[in-house]
Antibody, heavy 120, light 111 residues
């Protein structure tokens, strides 16, 4: 059974850096074709893709946020970490990590999401 | 403003058929990139509903079907049920943005 779980702070202050960890099980990120994406959803708004890392350690970022994002993986720990710098109240959202079948592919398993509020 | 355009809302009575459209452009759907659909029930994470344009994951009822043509894709739901009331999102890849794109979502109301 494939599961993913997001963890990180529920509250961050403006200008701070957010670090989120995705801990997964049921698959290996060293297996060819496997990828993990981060996707967020502001309250009452649509889904927004943020970043993806694949089994080969290739990394892809949202064009509009790429200067603020860094994605990395620790295959031995089955974890993917996303950092987002210079947080702003507009970054308040539920952040999901999810398994993806390649950059062009579907997201087949989602974590439950973690809510992050940006406020002073 | 989402790269993939969806109608904000759609509604139908139980038992009816509804369709949800997803309109893109020549840099995403029109370029041949696959479309995937997700269902998000209130207060929950999205769930994969249709992958690679028209394929259903195991466990998804055959009341749900997907299609793609030109620069658009559609999700059809037949035999509408109260439990289908949710937000639906399409997803593809955009070569101009070099990234994954989602539609703005469509809220389905079962009357």
């Amino acid at each position: 059974q494939v599961t993913l779980r997001e963890s990180g702070p529920a509250l961050v202050k403006p200008t701070q850096t957010l670090t989120l960890t995705c801990t997964f099980s049921g698959f290996s990120l060293s297996t060819s074709g496997m990828c993990v994406s981060w996707i967020r959803q502001p309250p009452g708004k649509a889904l927004e893709w943020l970043a993806l890392i694949d089994w080969d350690d290739d990394k892809y970022y949202s064009t509009s946020l790429k200067t603020r994002l860094t994605i990395s993986k620790d295959t031995s720990k089955n974890q993917v970490v996303l950092t987002m710098t210079n947080m702003d109240p507009v970054d308040t959202a539920t952040y999901y990590c999810a398994r993806a079948k390649a950059l062009y592919g579907e997201v087949d398993v989602w974590g439950q999401g973690t809510t992050v509020t940006v406020s002073s | 403003q989402s790269v993939l355009t969806q109608s904000p809302s759609v509604s139908g009575a139980p038992g009816q058929r509804v369709t949800i459209s997803c309109t893109g452009s020549s840099s995403n759907i029109g370029a041949g990139y696959d479309v995937h659909w997700y269902q998000q029930l209130p207060g929950t994470a999205p769930k994969l509903l249709i992958y690679v344009n028209s394929n259903r994951p195991s466990g998804v009822p055959d009341r749900f079907s997907g299609s793609k043509s030109g620069t658009s894709a559609s999700l059809a739901i037949t035999g509408l049920q109260a439990e289908d009331e949710a937000d639906y999102y399409c997803q593809s890849y955009d070569s101009s943005l070099s990234g994954v794109v989602f539609g703005g979502g469509t809220k389905l109301t079962v009357l």
